[in-house]
């Protein structure tokens, strides 16, 4: 027995022990690059939608942004290269595109900001793509839901970032001005990195450079002042975007004011 152990161990010993260090590190490996993905950034920037059907639209746009190597493999399996700065997948009738699934419909937190008179939604950067359903659904029609102030505030590092929703925030601007209702939404862009006064290029989006901020916003100033202006009002807080921007509006949000206004904190979190 002991002679047979011992040759087995001298012929197939290796082999096994071989395989099951091959074993280990492929399953490590597969681990490894499954919290990546699924938990890092770059995974929440694939999966998180610019816009779901809305009655009066039955298409939805996935917003990509590219930050890695994954991003940018993804990013050349849909784009040749002399497309790969186009914002819109472009039509080739030859090219092979991958096949992708969708999983939803799900519902959010954000939802809840059509239900309250008076919201106060707040983004960080990529933050800001739950919200797009929101804004599409005002966009379509407003008058069916409760809401009839919203406070939309975007803070982003970069000028670029802004152009993600420009075109969108541009027809609700209009829109509600058309409709002789200015006082609906009141939009806040900030822009937290610069080395100068930068703008959104284009003329039409004059509207929103009037709204651009350098810097951070004055979280306290402008809780005193939608408290001052809504007055024994309860106020929906929603908030998506780094932890430490959440831990403020939250911290916010359970303070007592003079004026009798109540905000209620709600957030939908990407990290």
């Given at each position: 027995?002991?002679?047979?152990?011992?040759?087995?161990?001298?012929?197939?010993?290796?082999?096994?022990?071989?395989?099951?260090?091959?074993?280990?590190?492929?399953?490590?490996?597969?681990?490894?690059?499954?919290?990546?993905?699924?938990?890092?950034?770059?995974?929440?920037?694939?999966?998180?939608?610019?816009?779901?059907?809305?009655?009066?639209?039955?298409?939805?746009?996935?917003?990509?942004?590219i930050?890695g190597?994954?991003?940018?493999?993804?990013?050349?399996?849909?784009?040749?290269?002399?497309?790969?700065?186009?914002?819109?997948?472009?039509?080739?009738?030859?090219?092979?595109?991958?096949k992708l699934?969708?999983?939803?419909?799900?519902?959010?937190?954000?939802?809840?900001?059509?239900?309250?008179?008076?919201?106060?939604?707040?983004?960080?950067?990529?933050?800001?793509?739950?919200?797009a359903?929101?804004?599409?659904?005002?966009?379509?029609?407003?008058?069916p839901?409760?809401?009839?102030?919203?406070?939309?505030?975007?803070?982003?590092?970069?000028?670029?970032?802004?152009?993600?929703?420009?075109?969108?925030?541009?027809?609700?601007y209009?829109?509600?001005?058309?409709?002789?209702r200015?006082?609906?939404?009141?939009?806040?862009l900030?822009?937290?990195?610069?080395?100068?006064?930068?703008?959104?290029?284009?003329?039409?989006?004059?509207?929103?450079?009037?709204?651009?901020?350098?810097?951070?916003?004055?979280?306290?100033?402008?809780?005193?002042?939608?408290?001052?202006?809504?007055?024994?009002?309860?106020?929906?807080?929603?908030?998506c975007?780094?932890?430490?921007?959440?831990?403020?509006?939250?911290?916010?949000?359970?303070?007592?004011?003079?004026?009798?206004?109540?905000f209620?904190?709600?957030?939908?979190?990407?990290?």
């Amino acid at each position: 027995m002991d002679v047979s152990w011992r040759s087995w161990l001298a012929n197939e010993g290796v082999k096994h022990l071989c395989l099951l260090i091959w074993l280990s590190l492929n399953g490590l490996l597969f681990w490894k690059t499954f919290l990546l993905y699924n938990q890092g950034p770059e995974y929440h920037y694939l999966h998180q939608m610019l816009g779901c059907p809305t009655e009066k639209k039955a298409t939805f746009g996935v917003h990509l942004k590219i930050v890695g190597d994954w991003t940018e493999r993804f990013r050349d399996l849909l784009l040749p290269p002399s497309s790969q700065d186009s914002e819109i997948l472009p039509f080739i009738q030859t090219r092979n595109y991958p096949k992708l699934y969708i999983d939803g419909p799900f519902g959010s937190p954000f939802e809840e900001s059509l239900n309250y008179e008076v919201s106060l939604c707040v983004a960080g950067g990529i933050g800001v793509t739950p919200f797009a359903s929101i804004l599409n659904t005002l966009l379509d029609d407003w008058k069916p839901y409760k809401l009839r102030r919203l406070y939309f505030i975007w803070v982003c590092r970069d000028i670029q970032s802004f152009c993600w929703f420009a075109d969108l925030l541009c027809m609700l601007y209009n829109k509600f001005w058309q409709e002789n209702r200015p006082d609906y939404v009141n939009i806040q862009l900030y822009l937290s990195q610069t080395d100068g006064i930068q703008k959104i290029i284009g003329e039409k989006y004059h509207a929103l450079n009037s709204r651009l901020f350098i810097g951070r916003p004055q979280w306290k100033l402008l809780f005193d002042e939608i408290a001052k202006y809504n007055r024994g009002k309860t106020v929906g807080v929603f908030c998506c975007g780094p932890n430490s921007l959440s831990k403020i509006l939250h911290k916010l949000s359970n303070q007592s004011n003079s004026y009798g206004t109540r905000f209620e904190y709600n957030k939908e979190s990407f990290s």
